[in-house]
């Protein structure tokens, strides 16, 4: 019987957006294709333990699935043209489902289309690509379930009216697109890794996991696209460090004071290999592998001591020229700090200070810089902005002991 269970939570996670790719592909219709998933897994729940696990349970799911639909298409009397007909014959077989194939690439840039609101995105990807439930995501992102239904809705009812190709986008569009899937991808990571407001686990580690596994299944489907590898070793150094980062007390930890011997080993093997694989092909690096090089210097040094602050420096000048952004100029500042004192990556930070104030961590780094300068008062009261601004309750807690140790 556990067997039976644990069949059913593999095949949702292997074949939940396949089925719900075949699905809209078959029905132009994400609302029947989703509802139709659901209701194939719910009767899987029933059946596979009194009939036993099929020998192919994706292909299963897809043929109950298909039927759902056409049982509802049937019921709704919406589609009786004869083109429609044909599409419903249940002699009609669904597609043999390869190992890589370009469905769920469909599925996953529909959702993500640059025509609907970024929160859309990513409740749509989480829902018709990763299969998480309306309570899943409503959790993910402190929303109401209600409220996160209505959005999904909202985009679904969009894609529908302007008509939004259900295809993977032209050679010339791809890059762009790519990027605003990984953006998505990214977003979801990061809320997990950082959680935000009152009441969460200031680690979530199912979000983290879920950006992982969608960005394994983009990475099968798009094995040459050297920013897809870069995003996924940005995750998995990240994560390699997870349960380092926040201390039993609820304390963030910080990347120079973590357990080295706790990060897991093979997540970083994995991702030092991801970081190897893209340098070797001499092609110039994107933003998510230059995040992804400069992880692997910080895992790669076996304590806080080792780490080649240089090769950090050079990666950020690099990471600048490709993202220009306050918050890179920030984080390359920090490095900064490491290789040539805390006095010339204060000026540095400070002349960030008009992009930036509303962000707690450019409090938090000048708190930092000043407390190694001596300057007691100035540390303190760049603490207290930074306390008042944090979201997470591991960093917090954390800026408040540091704030507290100055007397």
């Not at 200070?353 to 708190?367: I, K, P, S, V």
Request: some cysteine; glycine content about 6%; proline content about 5%.
């Amino acid at each position: 019987m556990i067997g039976v269970r644990e069949a059913i939570t593999q095949a949702h996670h292997e074949e939940w957006a396949r089925v719900v790719a075949a699905l809209t592909r078959r029905f132009g219709d994400l609302d029947i294709a989703e509802e139709a998933a659901a209701e194939a897994f719910a009767t899987a729940v029933e059946r596979w333990p009194a009939d036993g696990v099929p020998p192919n349970p994706g292909a299963w799911l897809t043929t109950t699935a298909t039927r759902r639909a056409i049982d509802r298409i049937r019921r709704e009397n919406k589609r009786d043209d004869k083109q429609k007909e044909a599409q419903m014959s249940y002699d009609d077989p669904p597609e043999p489902l390869g190992p890589i194939d370009d469905e769920r690439l469909r599925l996953i840039f529909t959702c993500c289309h640059p025509a609907l609101a970024m929160e859309a995105r990513v409740a749509l990807t989480l829902r018709m690509v990763g299969g998480l439930t309306m309570p899943e995501i409503a959790r993910a992102f402190l929303a109401q379930e209600s409220a996160m239904g209505q959005r999904i809705t909202r985009a679904k009812a969009k894609i529908k009216a302007a008509r939004i190709p259900y295809r993977v986008p032209s050679a010339e569009d791809l890059p762009g697109r790519v990027s605003g899937v990984l953006a998505v991808l990214y977003l979801v990571f990061n809320e997990g890794y950082l959680a935000t407001g009152p009441g969460t686990d200031p680690v979530r580690h199912d979000l983290t996991a879920e950006a992982i596994r969608l960005t394994r299944l983009i990475r099968a489907l798009m094995p040459q696209d050297g920013e897809v590898a870069g995003l996924l070793a940005l995750m998995l150094l990240t994560e390699a460090r997870r349960t380092a980062r926040v201390s039993g007390s609820g304390e963030l930890v910080t990347l120079g004071e973590q357990d080295r011997g706790a990060w897991d080993a093979a997540l970083i093997a994995e991702g030092h290999r991801l970081v190897r694989e893209r340098l070797a092909t001499g092609v110039a690096p994107g933003r998510y592998q230059v995040l992804a090089a400069i992880n692997a210097v910080h895992t790669s040094a076996r304590d806080v001591r080792d780490t080649d602050w240089s090769q950090v420096v050079a990666l950020y000048d690099q990471l600048v020229r490709l993202d220009p952004s306050p918050i890179v100029a920030l984080n390359r500042a920090i490095a900064v700090a490491e290789l040539d004192g805390p006095e010339v990556a204060l000026a540095a930070v400070d002349r960030l200070q008009d992009e930036l104030a509303g962000y707690h961590a450019y409090h938090a780094t000048r708190a930092d810089l000043l407390r190694r300068l001596g300057r007691g008062q100035k540390s303190r009261a760049a603490y207290d902005k930074a306390i008042e601004l944090a979201g997470n309750t591991a960093e917090t807690a954390y800026l408040t002991r540091r704030r507290d140790q100055l007397g």
